[in-house]
């Protein structure tokens, strides 16, 4: 199993630009979650979903949209990019609601 | 107030020494809790989940006290590799993360 893979690593953008941040699980889980990590701040929620076709938001979900139309993927969009969106963004899945959460290796995002 | 508050450390002790660390969290509907380890610059990983009446793992021991909505680790014989970040995580219609304790062992 790859368990959560992300994509990309790293990006650049421009303040404006949209892009798509990918996220694949391969252990068939039906929770996955999106989390940004800023300095001091810990990891905060930004969308989540419960299974395929079932989004919802987390605490920070502006400027951010997300859909689940397959168990196995679950792509965080970025709809107009702005620099207070510049962190590292995490992808995880679990099993079911208090199982492990298992986290992808980070998407490192800079926005100019 | 913060849903999941953690002391933010830094701890800096030497190798062999007993660390603690505590959260509180504000949701008393909570239903699960967790431990995870961050090393730099890497994803987090589960270290423990906490069950309510306390468990051991190695030399580490996890407690939840669900009066006092208050959640515990407890490293024991510190050693160099344990040098992380380590994040108090509560789940209540999702995982709430602590910001995270940093904890440096020095030889």
């Known amino acids: 199993n790859a368990g959560v893979t992300q994509t990309p690593k790293f990006q650049v953008l421009k303040t404006g630009q949209s892009m798509t941040l990918q996220c694949a699980q391969d252990?068939?889980?039906?929770?996955m979650s999106w989390y940004r990590q800023d300095p001091g701040m810990g990891l905060r929620l930004i969308h989540y979903s419960v299974g395929a076709g079932i989004t919802d938001q987390g605490e920070v979900p502006n400027g951010y949209n997300v859909s689940r139309s397959t168990t196995e993927d679950f792509p965080l969009r970025l709809l107009s990019a702005a620099p207070s969106q510049t962190s590292v963004y995490f992808c995880?899945?679990?099993?079911?609601?208090?199982?492990?959460?298992?986290f992808g290796p980070g998407t490192r995002l800079t926005v100019l | 107030r913060k849903e999941v508050e953690q002391d933010p450390g830094p701890f800096n002790v030497p190798e062999g020494a007993t660390v603690a660390f505590n959260c509180t969290y504000s949701n008393s509907a909570s239903q699960s809790f967790f431990w995870y380890r961050q090393d730099c610059r890497k994803e987090p990983k589960l270290l423990m989940s906490v069950y309510s009446s306390g468990n051991e793992d190695g030399r580490f021991t996890a407690q939840l006290n669900r009066a006092s909505q208050y959640i515990s680790l407890l490293i024991r014989d510190s050693k160099l590799s344990d040098s992380a970040t380590y994040l108090c995580?509560?789940?209540?219609?999702?995982?709430?993360f602590g910001a995270g304790t940093r904890l440096t062992v020095k030889p």
């Open positions: 252990m068939n889980h039906e929770y």
């Open positions: 995580v509560v789940n209540w219609n999702d995982m709430r």
């Open positions: 995880a899945s679990r099993l079911g609601d208090a199982n492990e959460q298992f």
